[in-house]
Every structure is written in structure tokens, then in C-alpha cells.
């Protein structure tokens, strides 16, 4: 399986430790060199997640012009994603690993299969990786400001089967 990744799903994982989640799902994750800039400026202070992380590997992108066109006509679509999104098509990868709003719409106009961080909580949930979501939501949405509406909240709640008040 080929897994492409943008920064915000590994950063947002990784501040609440629980990256470990990514390499069990994958085994291995494919990021652009301009995701794993970003992932060094705006990682976890005092720590080096690529070195800690052998299982995700940077890989160069075979057309850098594909990413200025998609920059260019996609507001909102930094660098990262544009490579990422790129990276994806190009290794016609199993899943793109994205949160933005941005370029998860573009990712899904070209075909690409998406999961976001929440998508990957519920798989980790329904294999056994984790026993409740709920704590996990809670930690990225207060320690790592992610943002999550109520509805997608008790949405997720539901999916993962933990909606009823104990």
C-alpha cells in the first residue's frame, strides 16, 4: 500500500503522540521534500519527528511544474499540499493523507483517495489500536487547536460507536 502524506495529519499526530498510529496502519508513509520542511518548522519544538520516525520517507517529485499550476489556480494551496497532491499522482498512491479543506477538494477532483485525521482514528479504532476515540479528539482538539465542529464531533462519536452517555 502507498501512502502520501501532507504535514498537518503527521504534526497534529505526532503533538499528541500518537504517530505510532500512522506506522500501524501503513507500515510506511511517503512525503514530498517540501512536507517535510514544513514538518521541521512547525513540528514539535526540541525534536527531529524524521530522524524518530524512520518510516517516513521523503521522496523527490518528478514534476515540479504540475505543482506551480496547481498553486497558481487553487487559492489557498500551499506548497505542501500542491507537492503532496502531486506526489500522490504520480506514485498513483492508495491514500493522500490530507486535513485542508483546500486541497482535499482538489485531491478528490483528480481521484485520489483522502483520509483525514479523523478517518484514521476511526480505522485505528476498529483495528484495535485504540479503545476510545473520544480522549484522542478531545487532546488534538485542546492541545493541538484542531479544529472540529460539534456536529463532526458527535458524528465521529457515533461512527466510532462511543455516542451513548455513560
Not at 510506511?28 to 517535510?36: N, R
Request: proline share 3%; no cysteine; aromatic share 6%.
Amino acid at each position: 500500500m502507498i501512502v502520501v502524506s501532507d504535514s498537518s495529519v503527521i504534526i497534529s499526530l505526532w503533538r499528541i503522540q500518537r504517530l505510532e498510529l500512522l506506522q500501524q496502519l501503513f507500515g510506511e508513509v511517503v512525503i514530498p521534500f517540501a512536507v517535510a520542511s514544513e514538518i521541521s518548522v512547525h513540528g514539535k519544538p526540541g525534536s527531529d519527528l524524521l530522524s524518530e520516525a524512520s518510516w517516513i520517507k521523503q521522496v523527490s517529485l518528478s514534476d515540479s511544474t504540475f505543482v506551480q499550476r496547481l498553486m497558481t489556480g487553487t487559492p489557498g494551496l500551499d506548497v505542501g499540499e500542491s507537492e503532496a497532491i502531486v506526489l500522490a499522482l504520480e506514485l498513483k498512491a492508495d491514500a493522500l493523507l490530507i486535513d485542508d479543506r483546500h486541497g482535499r477538494r482538489v485531491a478528490e477532483r483528480m481521484g485520489i483517495p483522502i483520509i483525514g485525521v479523523i478517518g484514521i482514528l476511526l480505522q485505528a479504532k476498529r483495528a484495535g489500536l485504540l479503545v476510545e476515540i473520544r480522549p484522542v479528539l478531545d487532546d488534538l482538539v485542546e492541545e493541538v487547536g484542531f479544529r472540529l465542529s460539534q456536529k463532526l464531533y458527535w458524528y465521529t462519536l457515533k461512527l466510532a460507536e462511543e455516542d451513548q452517555v455513560s
